[in-house]
């Protein structure tokens, strides 16, 4: 059976008849809406591609059905960081040449991932009828999966902003570097005041010990509670700087995957669990649907 095949095998597997116990419970592991999360960042190269990729493993190996959407324009992300070559993306599926099945991908830990390509910029251009097809197909895979992360590209444009507003929680990348700190500032700043957004998570990439994270932390809430009311930044944890990351991404891995017990990988597996005990003190608000819902603007 084709991958592809696979997919909608499993998809459609939710209006059979009921299985009995271990087998159901595997089908069905998504019982409440997933959570849509945003990965972003003001500048570019902190490690958004590799920390939505080592998450979305780490939620994986928990058990979780995750979804990666790879809204990144630029050529060297997701696909490339996996050394996967998906044939389509959402340009067909908007096209109507592909369902949304057939240009899913699976990728390590049997994560999907949802290849976005040039169809991004498409999505304020579809027809009525493109998006309540494309939203219909969105509702089946829905009820299948307990994250969808996203993983944009850096800094202020539309297509970041779209992706941003839609999610239901956003976490923004820094590195100590003061170009990334003014970036993200600069970011945040934007999306408080000309969008309203006010609840941002922070986490500190490619740090030496937790201790310069904070710092880095605390310099972002310093300027910005200055100059933003009501903002509410959340300090969420860090990465460490770790060689075995850059290693893993030269062999066209996960760090998480080739090198479990580095130190960054199991700073992954900490932050998929911390997103995994959160889940059920959140009020999640909306679904899958309501993310795209939103993006289409309906
Ligand atoms: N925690 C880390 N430790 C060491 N190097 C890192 C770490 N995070 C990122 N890097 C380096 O930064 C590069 C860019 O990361 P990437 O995830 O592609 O950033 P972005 O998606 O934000 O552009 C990686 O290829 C890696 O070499
Ligand atoms: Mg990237």
Not at 114 to 126: C, K, N, Q, R, T
Not at 184 to 194: D, E, G, H, R, T
Request: glycine fraction near 6%; include cysteine; charged fraction near 20%.
């Amino acid at each position: 059976m084709t991958q592809a095949a696979t997919l909608k095998k499993m998809m459609s597997s939710s209006v059979s008849a009921p299985l009995p116990g271990d087998e159901q419970a595997a089908l069905t592991s998504a019982t409440a809406p997933p959570r849509v999360i945003c990965v972003t960042s003001g500048k570019g190269g902190v490690g958004k591609t590799n920390i939505t990729a080592n998450l979305a493993y780490a939620l994986a190996r928990k058990g979780k059905q995750v979804l990666v959407l790879d809204a990144d324009l630029n050529l060297a992300n997701i696909d490339v960081l996996l050394g996967l070559t998906p044939r389509y993306n959402l340009h067909h599926v908007f096209l109507g040449e592909k369902n949304l099945a057939e240009i899913l991908v699976r990728g390590p830990g049997d994560m999907m991932i949802l290849p976005a390509g040039s169809g991004v910029m498409e999505i304020a251009d579809l027809s009525e009828s493109q998006k309540l097809y494309f939203l219909n197909e969105m509702e089946g895979l829905g009820q299948k999966i307990d994250f969808m992360i996203i993983d944009t590209g850096a800094g202020i444009n539309n297509n970041v902003i779209y992706f941003t507003l839609a999610a239901q929680e956003r976490i923004i990348i820094l590195n100590p570097e003061p170009t990334s700190l003014t970036d993200a500032y600069a970011m945040i700043k934007v999306l408080s005041c000309n969008y309203d957004v006010k609840k941002f998570r922070i986490l500190v990439n490619s740090v030496f010990a937790e201790k310069e994270a904070l710092n880095v932390f605390r310099q972002l809430t310093k300027v910005a509670d200055r100059f933003l009311d009501s903002l509410s930044l959340d300090f969420m944890g860090f990465i460490p700087y770790d060689d075995r990351l850059p290693q893993a991404v030269r062999r066209q891995r996960l760090v998480t995957e080739l090198s479990p017990d580095s130190s960054a990988a199991l700073r992954f597996v900490q932050l998929a669990e911390q997103l995994c005990r959160e889940k059920n003190q959140l009020h999640i608000d909306g679904n899958i649907k309501f993310f795209w819902k939103g993006l289409f603007n309906l």
